[in-house]
């Protein structure tokens, strides 16, 4: 299975769980879209602390994946700007529905990995890395 398959999957498995953190329901109505970052922001003392989970895993997986790492300084400043503004009661819940941190991680990641130059390919046509677990 080549490995650009897996990437495309492993991004397509991303994007579906930052859609269920930031886009699962929509408000009848007003047509805004919310996930369940905004619903777990809305407990008070843990549900920002819960919501991290999922966007931690997210930047866990750009990491495996190869994100250089000022891509995973923007994707950590992301979170941190969700998780600082989302703290702050009613305010942070309003922050959140628009933020959107987990959609605009996979984005920084999808951006990425679309400008990787062909010359990262190896001769066996996989991607080559400094990371260990995608060296062939």
Request: aromatic share 4%.
């Amino acid at each position: 299975m080549p490995v650009s398959h897996d990437i495309d999957r492993d991004l397509d498995r991303l994007q579906a769980l930052a859609r269920r953190m930031d886009y699962a329901f929509r408000i009848p109505l007003l047509g805004v879209r919310l996930g369940w970052d905004s619903i777990l922001g809305l407990i008070p003392g843990v549900g920002d602390a819960l919501a991290l989970a999922p966007a931690g895993y997210i930047m866990k997986e750009a990491h495996r994946l190869g994100a250089s790492k000022s891509v995973l300084a923007r994707m950590g400043a992301n979170v941190g700007i969700d998780l600082v503004i989302g703290a702050v009661p009613l305010v942070g819940d309003l922050f959140d529905i628009g933020w959107k941190s987990n959609s605009r991680n996979v984005a920084l990641l999808k951006d990425h990995l679309g400008r990787q130059p062909a010359a990262a390919m190896d001769a066996q046509g996989e991607l080559s890395s400094h990371h260990p677990t995608l060296r062939g």
